[in-house]
């Protein structure tokens, strides 16, 4: 049994509005996806920029040790060669704490990667609901189509049929 037209209508019409809606939330997702490759990209750029930095106290702390042994060689005051040898330690605890602040920004730098990879399923995800959705309405309407040319069809044989019996007209040619 079909639908009657009317309820054939609806469908198709509600197909559409879920597209729409499908249509909408790729939107949201994409726009997530965006925010999040942002956040993630800013978390690389951080790690970066920490390891650059700690190149930088790694390469003072040696020009500062090549300093305190020539301060000692040349130089008679102690509180020299003291003050170059605690400027160097300082660089090197400086250089511990960038070690751990950079193995904490890895850290975050990979669950941004992870929130990325989750957010570009979900958008893939929604596309593919909204592909779907549009093969469901061609395929809808494609049918309406079919239906209604079916219709057409036997209200034609119908209405010619009844004119022969009333008319005594030739039979319609099978085509």
Known sequence: MTLPLAKR???FIMAIRNSRG???????RKRQEDLKAGAFAEAQRNVRRAEAERTDILAYQQRIVYGAERASKT????????????FERHLAQRSVDKDSEIGTLKHVAEDRRQELETSMKDRR???RLLERSHEERERRRAEMERKAADEVASIRAALFATAQ?????????ET
């Not at 499908?22 to 949201?28: E, F, G, K």
């Open 9 to 11: 209508a609806w469908a």
């Open 22 to 28: 499908y249509a909408t939330l790729l939107r949201v």
């Open 75 to 86: 130089l008679e005051d102690p509180v020299s060669v003291r003050q170059y040898l605690l």
């Open 125 to 127: 995800m929604v596309e």
């Open 165 to 173: 019996r009333n008319e005594g007209l030739p039979r319609m040619a």
